[in-house]
Structure formats: structure tokens, C-alpha cells
């Protein structure tokens, strides 16, 4: 059994968006009697700070759990010191993939899609995100992908929930692609995330 290495903690505290917020966590279980998610997860919020308390770096960077945080607020409402579960698990998901973990592969590539997609035309095009999604790993991926959601997106087309026609940029795609450029400057000053 290894000693207590109190250093990846630290680091957490430093340089993880509300990392320092982890200090308030008295291991109720709050939050992960209140995720949605929690039976999901290979960790619970509250065994994620413990895991950062015993210095378990490639156990914490490397689970499933940063990732699958879906913003719905209900551990934070609920945590009695008020800690901001949700920003604590984006910021190490965010810290994670800085550090070359992907932990979810398909999430992380889906939310850099989305997010290239924001940057380019300022809104969501769905067949465009979709296509980008599925042939990211490869031509014959990207046609299993496809064939797989085929009837979803037929009925979405039916539905008029996609649009036959590409999406075209918003009026200020400019003035929004320098607020993202701003906030990623931000974020690598150790603001906020993008």
C-alpha cells in the first residue's frame, strides 16, 4: 500500500476550474444520490473528490464520470455547502482532455465537433453535426454511424426537425467568434471554460 500523496490534490486546487471548491466536500453523498446519471458512472462526484484527496491522478482524469455530467443542476441545489458540483466535474473533464485523458472518446468528440460547429456558423446545423460525428473515425464508421440513426433522421426530416437546406451563419458570427476567442483566451489564464 502506497503512501498518502498529497499533490495531485494541490494541483487539482490550482488548476482545475473550481478545483479549490473540493475543499468543502464533506462526503455526504448528496450528489450522487441526486444524479440522474450516477448508476452510469464509474465514480460518483462525491468518490471523484476523494479519489483527488488521495492523489489518484489517472483514476480521476481517466473516468468515465467528468464526462457524463450533464449540467442539470440537482447535485448542486442539493449539496448543503453549496459546492458547484456541475463546474467542478466540466473543469476536470476540460483538465482532462488538456492533459491528453479522453475518458469518453465518442463525447469528446462529439462536444468538438459541436463546438467547431458553433464557432463556424454560430448555430447548430443537425445532418452537418451528425455528419462530422460519424465519419470522424472513418469513412466505414461514418457509414455505420449513419445507417444506424437513418430512421431517426427520417423522422426528423418528416417532422421538419431538419431542414433539407444547410444552415447559414447568423447575422453576428463575427462579434460571437471574438467573445469565444476572448473566453479561451480566459480559460488559459485559468477562467472561465468555454
Known sequence: MGSYDPSFAK??????????????????????????LSLQMDHSPRQIFTLIRAGKREEVLGSQAIMLCTSCYTCEVRCPRKIPVIDVMHGLANYALKHDFVPRKDTANFGGKFWDQIYRIGRIDEKDLS???????????GIKGLLGFSDIGLRLFLHKR???????????????????????????RGGASV
Open 131 to 141: 455528419r462530422r460525428y460519424f465519419f470522424a473515425e472513418g469513412i466505414i464508421e
Open 162 to 188: 431538419i431542414k433539407p437546406l444547410p444552415e447559414r451563419k447568423i447575422k453576428g458570427i463575427i462579434s460571437l467568434r471574438k467573445m469565444l476567442d476572448k473566453a479561451e483566451k480566459m480559460r488559459g
Open 11 to 36: 494541483e487539482v486546487f490550482e488548476n482545475v476550474d473550481f478545483g479549490d471548491e473540493i475543499k468543502m466536500c464533506m462526503q455526504c453523498g448528496v450528489c450522487a444520490a441526486s444524479c440522474p
